[in-house]
């Protein structure tokens, strides 16, 4: 079964409801809720199922009683779309972290109620990494469920640092430095070896991870073996003994994550991730409406560094063994 994890749809009246709250970012930021051309851009590319998120645009209201109505409104309005396109269209639910015992209910309806693929995640919540301590039991029932956990940057996210404002280098340069973030500090703080029925998912092949990810390693040789005291002294790496990496392989916990393709822009990526996580932990990814469904299968069809039964493993077998889906049409 063909399966695109990485979708976004924002309609129009959350996009209104959150200027309202506050955000005025997302005013006029709406779509129709007309999606008949996503529909045969499906058919087009064979592709039975699109997971859709509100991530990318900033949805984090900042006050309790405005996040669980906007968390609320956007899971509403997915779950309807979902119904009336007989399933074509899923969903990575919203949740109205930072308040954590809000956002562990309307995990549970989306779970539960709402059937939803998982939960979506920014990689901050009000400038609070996601391996923040407070969130421990949301994390926890997270991981008795054995949820999915797709996490994408907010390009807006990085406008804290100098000259990211300018020239959309939030985005461009921003984005993947944020996803690469996250699952470095999800291995690092332990989170992922504390909670480890949680598939945890990264958008864009996990931003600049693959092609750093010979620096992290030796990095973290140096770090655990202590070579690089002398240069750095021994409080630099002190962390390291907190985590479950090991010297024998201490990439192996960036290997039982998956990544989403959204790449296709970057042809030599796939070089790059098939030596760090190898096909297998690859999904399909397009990020539409940002970018186009049919550029990102037609990414992996003719990728010249993936062989045959690897592009059928990332086009049709991956998300399937992950999720389960049924097919409803």
């Not at 749809?9 to 005025?24: H, Q, S, V």
């Not at 997915?78 to 399933?87: L, M, P, R, V």
């Not at 990211?164 to 703080?189: C, E, K, N, P, W």
């Not at 994550?257 to 397009?286: H, N």
Request: one cysteine or more; proline letters at 4%; hydrophobic letters at 40%.
């Amino acid at each position: 079964m063909r399966i695109d994890v990485h979708a976004h749809y924002y309609p129009e009246r959350y996009t209104e409801r959150l200027a309202a709250l506050g955000l005025r970012q997302a005013k006029g930021a709406g779509q129709s809720s007309d999606l008949s051309s996503r529909l045969r851009a499906m058919d087009q590319t064979h592709t039975e199922i699109q997971i859709l998120s509100s991530a990318a645009l900033d949805t984090q209201v900042r006050n309790l009683d405005g996040a669980v109505e906007a968390a609320r409104l956007i899971n509403d309005l997915y779950a309807q779309t979902s119904a009336d396109t007989n399933g074509r269209f899923r969903a990575f639910g919203w949740v109205p972290l930072p308040y954590v015992d809000e956002a562990i209910a309307e995990m549970q309806r989306c779970l539960d109620q709402l059937g939803f693929a998982g939960i979506c995640f920014p990689t901050l919540f009000q400038e609070r990494p996601l391996d923040d301590e407070a969130f421990a039991p949301f994390w926890a029932e997270m991981n008795r469920r054995k949820a999915k956990a797709y996490i994408h940057p907010v390009g807006a996210h990085s406008m804290c640092h100098h000259g990211m404002a300018d020239f959309g280098l939030h985005t461009a340069i921003g984005s993947m430095a944020q996803v690469q973030m996250a699952a470095q500090r999800i291995v690092y703080s332990g989170l992922s070896a504390r909670y480890p029925d949680i598939e945890f998912i990264f958008a864009v092949c996990g931003g600049y991870l693959p092609y750093v990810w010979e620096r992290i390693r030796k990095n973290l040789e140096r770090a655990l073996t202590m070579s690089a005291k002398g240069a750095v002294g021994g409080g630099f790496f002190g962390w390291i003994k907190q985590t479950p990496i090991t010297i024998d392989d201490p990439m192996k916990p960036f290997r039982q994550f998956w990544y989403d393709t959204s790449v296709q822009d970057i042809p030599e990526a796939m070089k790059c991730v098939k030596s760090a996580y190898g096909a297998e932990r690859l999904l399909l990814g397009s990020d539409e409406i940002f970018a186009s469904l049919i550029e990102a299968v037609q990414y992996i069809e003719t990728n010249r560094y993936l062989t045959a039964e690897e592009k059928r493993m990332v086009l049709d077998e991956n998300a399937q063994s992950l999720f389960h889906f049924d097919c409803r049409h």
